[in-house]
């Protein structure tokens, strides 16, 4: 019988169809020599939002999710302005993780005292009227949850050993075991305790982080044997927990157990945060050193390439900034047209909206979209006017105010 028959009565699926919308976080372009600050900075604490921090989302807007079991709450702010938080309360209890789709619907987990994991989609409208459809349940908990663009979810079963998957379009599609046998063991085709999942869909690649191996595996498409990228042997862990990637692929780790923050360029894995493997906390746990972590659990990019950890045992999410080195530039991605005497404005998602210009002999109505998390360039709607040496005004409602320009207009849009 095979390994996927055997393990099928340990799990009880409940399925919703509902179309669900493809994932939605950070993946930062960095140069080969980034940095960031070892000191960082607390963002909220457990005066502010209590303790059990476990998990914690930013999506591309910079809107940033944490799951907190003691008041079992999803907190919600956007980065730099914590004084507009808001809370979604539910059963949280011994939640480990929390995903964000692009249309912000929230898949969170929980592990109820009688073995039933649930895995709930949450939706909010505009007036905080809070709505949960039930996703899934097992019989093991879903440690950690990813959810892909073409909407199939991803669930690290720690004590079953395994990670699965299952389509969110069809509830007929069977549950299908992505890595892992069922059995604990340190070959290439079995994990022990795995925690942490990342999905690297350009080169279709699943990154678990084997907490029981103190090692990462990278498993592609189709094949159950994984490929060993940072173990004991190379890089010393202790229960790697999180894991992300940037946009070149590199891959960043939580080293759980070593209070630590591991990074990856082209020369390697390095230490970045806690690197003297200490323990950052004492009685008064407000004043943990800001350079130490205690039990960090995951690790999330912000738009600008900065790195938030949940700073698990100092109950408190630290954020260390990437470090800006002055005077020196760094390439990026080119734009569609070539254009001068343009506007360039910055939307309040992060983004860069290009208008108009002048090509030398003809001006432009056209418009295109600058990603600073990807480096790279989108077309959106064109103007209704070809324009050059126009104005663009970002406007209190963050729409932006194109208005005149060449040779002469008096003619006004918004976008």
């Known amino acids: 019988m095979s390994v996927q028959h055997t393990k099928v009565h340990l799990l009880i699926l409940l399925f919703i169809l509902d179309e669900v919308a493809g994932y939605s976080y950070n993946r930062p372009s960095l140069s080969s020599d980034s940095q960031w600050n070892p000191n960082g900075t607390t963002i909220v604490n457990e005066t502010m939002i209590g303790t059990s921090l476990f998990d914690l989302f930013i999506d591309e807007n910079n809107t940033i999710y944490i799951s907190n079991e003691q008041?079992?709450?999803?907190?919600?702010?956007?980065?730099?302005?914590v004084s507009w938080m808001r809370n979604i309360s539910m059963n949280l209890k011994n939640s480990s993780s929390l995903f964000v789709t692009n249309e912000e619907k929230i898949y969170v987990d929980t592990f109820y005292s009688s073995n039933v994991s649930v895995v709930s989609q949450i939706e909010v409208n505009s007036s905080w009227r809070v709505s949960s459809i039930l996703r899934m349940n097992f019989c093991e908990q879903c440690f950690d949850i990813f959810v892909s663009e073409n909407q199939t979810l991803f669930c690290s079963l720690s004590e079953q050993h395994?990670?699965?998957?299952?389509?969110?379009?069809?509830?007929?599609?069977?549950?299908?075991?992505?890595?892992?046998?069922?059995?604990?063991?340190?070959?290439?085709?079995?994990?022990r305790n795995p925690r942490g999942i990342f999905l690297d869909e350009n080169n279709s690649t699943?990154?678990?982080?084997?907490?029981?191996?103190?090692?990462?595996?990278?498993?592609?498409?189709?094949?159950?044997?994984?490929?060993?990228?940072?173990s004991n042997g190379t890089f010393e862990l202790n229960c790697p927990n999180g894991i992300t990637l940037d946009n070149e692929g590199f891959v960043f780790v939580v080293d759980?157990?070593?209070h630590r923050i591991i990074?990856?360029?082209?020369?390697?894995?390095?230490?970045?945060?806690?690197?003297?493997?200490?323990?950052?906390?004492?009685?008064?746990?407000?004043s943990s050193p800001s350079n130490q972590l205690s039990s960090p659990s995951n690790l999330q990019f912000d738009l600008f390439g900065n790195i938030f950890v949940v700073d698990q045992q100092n109950h408190r999410i630290q954020k260390f900034d990437l470090i800006i080195i002055a005077g020196q530039w760094q390439s990026t991605g080119n734009m569609s047209v070539a254009r001068h005497v343009h506007t360039a404005s910055i939307l309040s998602n992060g983004k860069v909206l290009v208008t108009g210009g002048w090509t030398g002999s003809v001006s432009l109505n056209s418009a295109e979209l600058y990603d600073p998390s990807t480096g790279n360039w989108t077309t959106t709607g064109n103007m209704?006017?070809?324009?050059?040496?126009?104005?663009?005004?970002?406007?209190?409602?963050?729409?932006?105010l194109v208005a005149g320009g060449c040779c002469p207009l008096n003619s006004a849009e918004l976008y």
């Open 71 to 81: 008041k079992q709450q999803i907190v919600i702010f956007v980065e730099g302005n």
């Open 162 to 191: 395994q990670i699965i998957s299952k389509s969110l379009l069809n509830r007929w599609n069977h549950l299908k075991i992505v890595a892992g046998t069922g059995s604990e063991g340190s070959t290439s085709t079995t994990l």
């Open 206 to 230: 699943l990154f678990v982080a084997d907490c029981g191996n103190n090692r990462i595996q990278k498993f592609r498409f189709g094949s159950f044997q994984g490929e060993t990228i940072l």
């Open 256 to 258: 759980s157990n070593n």
């Open 263 to 286: 990074g990856q360029n082209s020369n390697g894995f390095h230490c970045l945060v806690g690197c003297n493997q200490s323990a950052g906390s004492n009685s008064n746990q407000l």
């Open 384 to 400: 209704s006017v070809a324009r050059n040496q126009h104005t663009a005004s970002i406007l209190y409602n963050k729409t932006i």
